[in-house]
């Protein structure tokens, strides 16, 4: 069955980046897009960017263009989001999430990364 | 950024009753190239990650009861729960994928009574 396994949480100090990674289970990896998607405590979801897993095309939010970077390692099925100079703003779950094909919907997520931010 | 306003923030209903979820977009999120509403609605319970319910505003994604449902086109869009049940406790969210950066509304949390 479909899964997403992202990596296990990390504690980190104001200015530095951390990368989470999103492992893929039990579908072609290259025939789906890869969206991440954040939840600062008590807010709204937040969408970040999105990856083609076969072509490798991207696309970031303006509000983290330039501080987010999505990779993917195809022979992997890994798709890896690294953001830097982080902020205590930054603390929050992040989530991997795939898209439904050409729906658009995200209809599987991953179990999410809880990235605390503090000094 | 394409803004999504829910109301309300929060209900309570009895058990069996029926609930409906309002979310408004700042812009117009029906596609002209698929004459589809690009919006779609989760359900996320305490801990655990959002789960798609409905995409295309009216959809039901597979294994959804069908006491949920979406309707609206446009601008304004409603999730409807025809008879809540105790594991309906939850918040939820819609989304559009219209554009990006894609955007969710803040959420509506419904309890029961």
């Known amino acids: 069955q479909v899964r997403l396994v992202q990596s296990g949480a990390e504690v980190k100090k104001p200015g530095a980046s951390v990368k989470i990674s999103c492992k893929a289970f039990?579908?072609?990896?290259?025939?789906?897009?890869m969206h991440w998607v954040r939840q600062a405590p008590g807010q709204r979801l937040e969408w970040m960017a999105w990856i083609n897993a076969g072509n490798g095309n991207k696309k970031y939010s303006p509000k983290f263009q330039g501080r987010v970077t999505i990779t993917r390692d195809t022979a992997a099925s890994t798709v890896y989001m690294e953001l830097s100079s982080l902020k205590s703003e930054d603390t929050a779950v992040y989530y991997c999430?795939?898209?439904?094909?050409?729906?658009?919907?995200?209809?599987?997520w991953g179990q999410g990364t809880l990235v605390p931010v503090s000094s | 950024d394409i803004v999504m306003t829910q109301s309300p923030d929060s209900l309570a209903g009895s058990l069996g009753e029926k609930a409906t979820i309002n979310c408004k977009s700042s812009h117009n999120v029906l596609h002209n190239s698929n004459n589809k509403n690009h919006l779609a609605w989760y359900q996320q319970k305490p801990g655990q990650p959002p789960k798609l319910l409905i995409y295309w505003a009216s959809t039901r994604e597979s294994g959804v009861p069908d006491r949920f449902s979406g309707s609206g086109s446009g601008t304004d869009f409603t999730l409807t729960i025809s008879s809540l049940q105790a594991e309906d406790v939850a918040v939820y969210y819609c989304?559009?994928?219209?554009?990006?950066?894609?955007?969710f509304g803040q959420g509506t949390k419904v309890e029961i009574k």
């Open positions: 989304q559009q994928y219209y554009s990006t950066p894609w955007t």
């Open positions: 999430a795939r898209m439904a094909g050409p729906t658009g919907g995200l209809d599987y």
């Open positions: 039990g579908y072609t990896f290259t025939n789906y897009a």
